[in-house]
């Protein structure tokens, strides 16, 4: 009975687990498709950014031995494989082509494996997990990022997140922000007498840049989330089948106990009564 007891509350322990594999799996699906939905529109938004970027005045060349900064989008949460671990790999092998200038990390998860790379970021913000609280955390980081080119630190910029490639697949993608790209055709405006052109500029460019990053936050939380959702899937898989191969072995041993249990009494009932 002890066997079969210690069988039992296994079967409880991994049903409780299956029940929270489930909750993570609607909770990754439901981030899945939030963060999918207005990727097109994100995309949108920055390339008109961009093209209105292009038809302002031109923009000072960074200089050729301004440091190139990188944001590193990792994750936070777990059940991602080595989700984290390539987007450092290629983090560390983009500094290595362009120059190491500063790096700010988007998930403490990546801390460790840039430290043995031998890499301090600048600043260290938490991934977001949802599309809610992407605002939260562009903010601050926008603002780091232009003080950061304001102080000469950082000329050019580019951004190191996931690139969703279907539902658990995705590639690490290096995305060029600072220079902006000059637009092709374009014409430039006239100076205009409401304004000061150099602060007009110095507003689109933050818009462009957070823009940027909205877009690559949105396609990276799609690659994490479907990631995650593909992995939930397959631990889901093996728990049913652990709880089906759990439930025909307690089956069995409790065909085994009530059998010795019939041939017990079978052997009691046939054994010669003693007369007092």
């Not at 049903?15 to 939905?37: C, D, K, M, P, W």
């Not at 200089?63 to 450092?88: E, H, N, S």
């Not at 983009?94 to 430290?115: D, N, S, T, Y």
Request: with cysteine.
């Amino acid at each position: 009975m002890s066997r079969e007891r210690a069988l039992r509350r296994r079967l409880r322990t991994l049903a409780t687990l299956n029940e929270v594999i489930g909750a993570l799996r609607s909770l990754s699906a439901q981030h899945f498709r939030a963060a999918r939905t207005p990727l097109t529109a994100a995309r949108g938004y920055r390339d008109e950014v961009q093209q209105f970027l292009g038809v302002l005045d031109a923009p000072r060349a960074p200089a050729a031995t301004t440091p190139t900064g990188v944001v590193l989008i990792a994750a936070d949460l777990g059940l991602v494989g080595d989700y984290t671990a390539r987007l450092v790999r290629e983090a560390l092998a983009l500094r290595e082509q362009h120059g190491k200038g500063p790096l700010v990390c988007l998930g403490h998860r990546a801390l460790a494996p840039l430290a043995r790379g031998g890499v301090v970021p600048v600043a260290v913000q938490p991934a977001p997990t949802s599309v809610a609280g992407l605002t939260s955390v562009l903010l601050p980081l926008v603002d780091t990022l232009l003080s950061l080119a304001a102080k000469g630190e950082l000329g050019s910029l580019w951004l190191v997140a996931a690139r969703f490639e279907g539902a658990g697949r995705y590639a690490p993608m290096r995305v060029p922000v600072l220079p902006v790209p000059e637009a092709t055709g374009a014409v430039r405006l006239p100076p205009s007498p409401y304004g000061d052109a150099a602060h007009l500029r110095t507003v689109v460019l933050r818009e462009y840049v957070y823009a940027s990053l909205y877009e690559t936050l949105l396609e990276a939380l799609a690659s994490e989330h479907g990631k995650r959702l593909v992995t939930a899937e397959a631990a889901r898989s093996w728990l049913a089948e652990r709880i089906e191969a759990m439930h025909r072995l307690t089956a069995s041993i409790r065909r085994e106990i009530v059998t010795q249990e019939v041939l017990e009494v079978a052997v009691a009932a046939r054994a010669p009564r003693v007369r007092s």
